[in-house]
């Protein structure tokens, strides 16, 4: 292949030289094992090699069971969302925004999760935009993010959980979502400043909304508190789209970055070739 440069550097090259993979690695179990019943993906993913798991939505699951599940398979849970249905941009949600995200806060501290993650949009089945906002200006949109995350961050320093902000991309799965850039999210998180306020950085989310990873991932890894992997065009396991991962995975660790690396992908044909894929990093 042509060996790339710049802002394409992270397209797939394979001659590029794999160097060794030094992060630990998150399952997302609402879409890998689920061949198994949900309590048994955790002693599943730490067989195979993960450190920890994490999932979607918490008021659906039985936290108690999911906790002793977790310490029953020695397996740590880094996250799970925290916003549920409700909009971070819509002023008239403010209240109720707030209240579940305390909520979500306390739960992560129950069980012991490390973060939890919120979004611009309310998100409904499947991950569809519950309401565009095409009524409200840029700058409601942003104030109003600003003005939760920033009384969030309080909450998040105060009980030792971490809150991600997480851009999503608008041309494939969630059309009509207001925070789709990464330089927006992480200009949010440097403006407020806190230790437990940082970004969400989705490598299949961005490639599709704005590409040059490595150049972003250089600009604002200082921001990221946690990465999501899928490979693009698809959401599989890397290996089956265009992103070139050891490019990516090298700019990460250049860039300081010392986080987890969560595997948030639909299997192309079944839970343990993807697993081999991710493994093999």
């Not at 394409?8 to 630990?24: H, L, Y």
């Not at 991932?217 to 999501?228: K, L, N, V």
């Not at 290996?239 to 299997?267: K, M």
Request: glycine letters at 8%.
């Amino acid at each position: 292949g042509v060996r790339l440069v710049g802002s394409e550097m992270c397209i797939r090259d394979r001659n590029e030289k794999e160097g060794p993979m030094i992060f630990q690695k998150s399952a997302c179990i609402e879409t890998l094992y689920t061949e198994l019943p949900f309590l048994e993906r955790f002693r599943a993913a730490k067989a195979d090699g993960f450190d920890f798991v994490e999932f979607w939505s918490w008021t659906d699951k039985d936290l108690a069971a999911v906790k002793a599940a977790a310490d029953a398979a020695g397996v740590g849970i880094s996250g799970f969302n925290g916003d549920a249905e409700l909009s971070l941009i819509d002023p008239a949600q403010k209240t109720a925004y707030k209240a579940f995200l305390r909520r979500s806060l306390d739960a992560a501290r129950r069980i012991g999760a490390r973060s939890v993650t919120v979004h611009s949009n309310g998100l409904g089945e499947g991950g569809r935009v519950l309401c565009p906002y095409d009524d409200l200006s840029d700058a409601v949109k942003l104030c109003t993010m600003f003005d939760t995350l920033k009384i969030a961050a309080e909450w998040a320093e105060n009980c030792g959980v971490q809150i991600n902000l997480e851009p999503l991309n608008v041309t494939t799965d969630h059309p009509g979502n207001f925070l789709r850039h990464t330089r927006t999210a992480a200009e949010l998180t440097r403006l407020i400043g806190s230790p437990n306020l940082k970004v969400l950085y989705d490598v299949y989310h961005m490639q599709l909304n704005e590409g040059s990873l490595c150049d972003h991932i250089r600009a604002y890894a200082d921001q990221f508190g946690h990465i999501h992997v899928a490979d693009a065009p698809g959401r599989h396991e890397p290996g089956t789209g265009e992103i070139y991962y050891p490019a990516v995975f090298a700019a990460l660790e250049q860039a300081g970055y010392r986080g987890l690396i969560g595997y948030e992908l639909f299997p192309k044909t079944d839970t343990q070739t993807a697993v081999r894929a991710i493994m093999a990093d």
